[in-house]
Each structure stands twice: as structure tokens, then as C-alpha cells.
């Protein structure tokens, strides 16, 4: 069965942490610095998120946008998951092809380092649901 039981988990959970991504200290400017657009879709559930990585700030939705992704990634909900959690080596999902990607994926790869802070962020967001699924 899969972790998030709905759209809007995912949003709730992985939005919440890129959201959250936008004001921590360390890993916020330079997330911003990258000025790209990351189109994440996500499967079981099914879910188009967009993260704006913007000089001016960060923002995070749901569903078709206007603007053009930079980077599109394709995933099961369960391995984003995993991913902040810090469980998951995205590099080594994409090269098994668990992890599809489409455009610069060295801009994302690039980006996964500053993800390591915001790990602990995502558990204590997803601790009231763990607690709940034991």
C-alpha cells in the first residue's frame, strides 16, 4: 500500500518540505540561486507538483502551470518519500531508471546536497502520520 493516501498528502508532506526549503537558512538561498523550474510527477498517488526555485523566492503548486519546467522528473510518490526522508540515493534511482528525468538533470543533481538539511524537516512533517500508520 502506498504512504500517501491522496493528492493532497503529497502536497501536504513533499510540498510542505520544499516549501520549508524556501526559509532554511543554508539550503534556501542557494535553492533560489538556481533560478529553474522542477516539475515533479508523481505516481500512486497521482500528483503534478511544480517547484519554483526563483532568486526572488520559492514557490510550490499543484497541477499544470504556465511557465516551462526546466527539469521534469517522474517518480512513485512512495520514492519521493524515501528520497527526504534520506533513504533514497536519487542518483543511483535514476540510473536504475526508477527515476526518470527529463532536461539538465546535472541542475537537479547539482541541488541534491543542499537537500540533506531539510531530511530532518520532512520527518518531523510526516512524524504525526508515521505515529498514526504504527
Known amino acids: 500500500m ?3 493516501t491522496d493528492t493532497a498528502e503529497v ?3 513533499i510540498g510542505g518540505v520544499f516549501r520549508a526549503a524556501a526559509d532554511h537558512p543554508e539550503s534556501g538561498p542557494k535553492m533560489r540561486a538556481a533560478n529553474i523550474v522542477l ?3 508523481y505516481t500512486d498517488p497521482a500528483c503534478e507538483m511544480n517547484v519554483l526555485m526563483r532568486p526572488d ?3 510550490t503548486s499543484l497541477g499544470p502551470i504556465d511557465e516551462k519546467a526546466d ?3 517522474m517518480m512513485k510518490s512512495d520514492t ?4 527526504w526522508r534520506g533513504d ?3 542518483a543511483v534511482g535514476l540510473a536504475k531508471g526508477e527515476v526518470k528525468a527529463k532536461g539538465p538533470v546535472n541542475k537537479i543533481l547539482k541541488l541534491v546536497p543542499l537537500t540533506k538539511p531539510l531530511f530532518p524537516m520532512y520527518r518531523e512533517l510526516v512524524a504525526e502520520k ?3 500508520n504504527a
Not at 519521493?80 to 528520497?83: A, I, M, R, V
Open 2 to 4: 502506498a504512504y500517501f
Open 11 to 13: 502536497d501536504k508532506y
Open 39 to 41: 516539475k515533479v510527477y
Open 57 to 59: 523566492g520559492m514557490s
Open 71 to 73: 527539469v521534469v522528473m
Open 80 to 83: 519521493g518519500d524515501k528520497f
Open 88 to 90: 533514497y540515493n536519487l
Open 130 to 132: 508515521d505515529a498514526a
